[in-house]
């Protein structure tokens, strides 16, 4: 692979850098997910002073909302109707927003935590995934709560499975998901793996040989559905200094055939590294968008604490 590319078995992406005209003194400051619209619009969730943030496809800004919102802004997708929904992990609830920002519902108790490991929603939920055909919502819970929840649309809770352990069906920390062709694909993140499931709970099968495996998004390559998979780096100093733990995005069939992967061995900010994926999102022609908790993982720990890279979007070379 050149520092250029990033290229593995004919899969072949080039990342653009500074990507998005924010406004003049704007910064992210991290970006914990993104999600794209109907018109391929791209939604960055910040932990910066304006906590969501529109681009067009080409990176012209539209607008931003939620300033004063969100306590601990985590992750962000969008429903068929183009709603936006956030997840909150700081206070423990998953929103629905109008595009533009205006609050439509809101699920769990603003401020209030389910019990630690107690099964009930929410205590530091991560990320939110909808069924296109019902609205049905999939809630990943998420740093202290080791459980999948499901929703309906209008938000009625309708189940809940998992618990805290490393057998089939149990979390450690799961932390995004999707939802495809009446499959959850759940990234349980300090198991280092992706645990599949049908809508109602039902384990089918897992897939290994990832390392903190954080943040997932359905796209469409070499025309067929795959599922594209962000590894999240070691926070252990005395791991940080190998290769191949994780700062990388790998492509699956939707059975879990590899079928590629990007990124140098060990993370940075070169355009060929990654230093945190966190959320990503792909649009219709095959565009990576993806959030690095740079912030969290690597700058603030600098001296002085320092501003990375947080948003790395990769374009598709034909």
Not at 25 to 51: C, I, M, Q
Not at 71 to 86: C, N
Not at 267 to 287: I, N, R
């Amino acid at each position: 692979m050149s520092a250029d590319y990033l290229e593995d078995n004919g899969v072949r992406y080039r990342a653009v850098p500074d990507w998005g005209n924010l406004p003049a003194g704007w910064t992210y400051k991290e970006v914990s997910g993104v999600a794209v619209d109907s018109a391929d619009n791209v939604y960055v969730l910040t932990r910066g002073e304006h906590p969501v943030i529109v681009f067009d496809s080409d990176g012209n800004f539209v607008r931003s909302w939620g300033e004063g919102v969100f306590e601990g802004p985590h992750g962000i997708a969008i429903g068929q109707d183009d709603s936006v929904y956030v997840v909150d992990s700081w206070d423990h609830t998953v929103r629905r927003f109008t595009p533009h920002g205006d609050l439509l519902m809101t699920i769990g108790t603003p401020g209030t935590p389910a019990a630690f490991d107690g099964g009930e929603p929410f205590n530091k939920p991560t990320h939110v995934a909808i069924d296109p055909s019902t609205g049905d919502l999939f809630v990943s819970d998420g740093y202290a709560n080791s459980r999948i929840h499901r929703f309906t649309s209008d938000g009625r809770h309708v189940a809940s499975w998992g618990s805290s352990g490393s057998d089939p069906g149990q979390f450690i920390v799961p932390h995004n998901l999707v939802y495809h062709e009446g499959r959850l694909y759940v990234a349980d993140r300090e198991n280092n793996r992706i645990q599949v499931f049908d809508g109602n709970g039902a384990f089918i099968e897992q897939w290994n040989d990832m390392y903190r495996v954080s943040c997932l998004a359905t796209t469409v390559l070499n025309g067929s559905p795959s599922l594209l998979v962000g590894e999240f780096c070691s926070e252990l100093w005395y791991l940080k200094q190998f290769p191949n733990l994780g700062n990388r995005l790998t492509f699956f069939s939707m059975n879990g055939d590899r079928l590629a992967r990007l990124g140098a061995p060990n993370g940075g900010e070169g355009p060929d590294q990654f230093l945190a994926p966190h959320g990503v999102a792909v649009d219709t022609k095959g565009t990576i968008y993806l959030g690095e908790a740079s912030w969290s993982l690597v700058g603030s720990r600098m001296e002085p604490p320092k501003e990375l890279r947080t948003l790395t979007v990769l374009k598709r070379i034909q």
